[in-house]
């Protein structure tokens, strides 16, 4: 199972950037989505969940300017960033929980993309 990051780039404050991150592999489903960010010289926070049924969780710097999204068929999450602040500037994670395996004889783990840098400058 890979998951494959895309949608970073250098944008002025204020604009907006869409990310995507779509997983591949021997997939039976997809849990719980998300997005997570490391700024140079801070731990890795969580941005914004989805569980496969459509709620939400966001951490409160984002809420009201980023939303998250998925495609259960595609196997695909994306992060629509409004808004953006220079303090959004980090490298920008996705994770999905995946089941691999047979229906009756599976495997949960949780996987991560290889993250996608987002630079917030004028």
């Known amino acids: 199972v890979q998951l494959q990051a895309s949608g970073g780039g250098l944008v002025q404050p204020g604009r907006s950037l869409r990310l995507s991150c779509a997983a591949s592999g021997s997939i039976l489903s997809t849990n719980d989505m998300g997005w997570y960010r490391q700024a140079p010289g801070k731990q890795r926070e969580l941005v914004a969940t989805i569980t496969r049924g459509g709620n939400s969780n966001y951490a409160r710097s984002v809420k009201g300017r980023f939303t998250i999204s998925r495609d259960n068929a595609k196997n695909t999450v994306y992060l629509q960033m409004n808004s953006l602040k220079p303090e959004d500037t980090a490298v920008y994670y996705c994770?999905?929980?995946?089941?691999?395996?047979?229906?009756?004889?599976?495997?949960?783990?949780?996987?991560w993309g290889q993250g996608t840098l987002v630079t917030v400058s004028s």
């Open positions: 994770m999905a929980e995946i089941k691999t395996g047979e229906p009756f004889r599976f495997t949960i783990n949780d996987y």
